[in-house]
């Protein structure tokens, strides 16, 4: 059986084959899911498992560990605070958003609460996808019903949307008369305050 080397600190194939499958994995993964993938013995698979489980221990980032039912590959309790700070810089990081998703985001954030039939009413065309696009990357979020016929949602901004746009509160926006003033246009306005533009209607 190939096992960890321990004078080369080489993993068979076994072990870099389970590695692999756990990096991968959004969820954790169960023993026998990963026996039958691999076409082995439960048994095996745990061996391997165990001797991951030692590779990492020793200085590594990530950590092996039991969830669930499953087996997932972690990072290091001792670097929570490192991992949590990064992955707030990474959140907040420059958004690829189409025109498209520009106009609908400040027609919702000029408007809110707002229906999704009244911001095609203002745009003039369909914006199903690119407000599904906003709500999946969290700069919109579903705010109720609206008390009408057929009780239709109701969309806002999100403190996402504010922290991105480096925002205090939706107060902070340009007003559309100081807009008017500068001559500059909604889509401008928001392409200013940090995020690019990429040609197509999704993000």
């Keep these: 059986m190939e096992r960890l080397d321990e004078k080369t600190n080489v993993m068979g194939l076994l072990e870099r084959q389970v590695e692999a499958m756990l990096f991968v994995s959004p969820q954790p993964v169960a023993t026998q899911e990963i026996a039958t993938h691999l076409g082995v013995s439960t048994k095996r698979v745990e061996e391997a498992v165990r001797t991951l489980k030692e590779v990492y221990a020793k200085d590594h980032g990530l950590t092996v560990l039991f969830e669930a039912g499953g087996w997932m590959l972690a990072t290091a309790p001792d670097l929570g605070d490192v991992v949590e700070s990064f992955a707030n810089t990474v959140s907040l ?83 559309l008369e100081e807009l008017r003033e500068s001559g500059e246009d909604i889509h401008d306005a928001f392409s200013a305050l940090g995020v690019d533009e990429q040609e197509g209607e999704d993000v």
Excluded: M
Excluded at 95 to 108: H, K, N
């Design 93 to 175: 990081q420059r958004v690829r958003l189409s025109r498209a998703a520009l106009e609908t985001l400040s027609v919702i954030a000029y408007n809110q609460p707002v229906t999704r039939s009244e911001i095609e009413e203002i745009r003039s065309v369909r914006c199903d996808r690119v407000v599904d696009t906003l709500l999946k990357h969290g700069l919109v979020r579903v705010a109720g019903r609206k008390k009408s016929v057929g009780s239709p949602l109701l969309f806002r901004t999100t403190e996402r949307f504010l922290e991105i746009f480096g925002l205090a509160s939706i107060s902070s926006l340009p007003t």
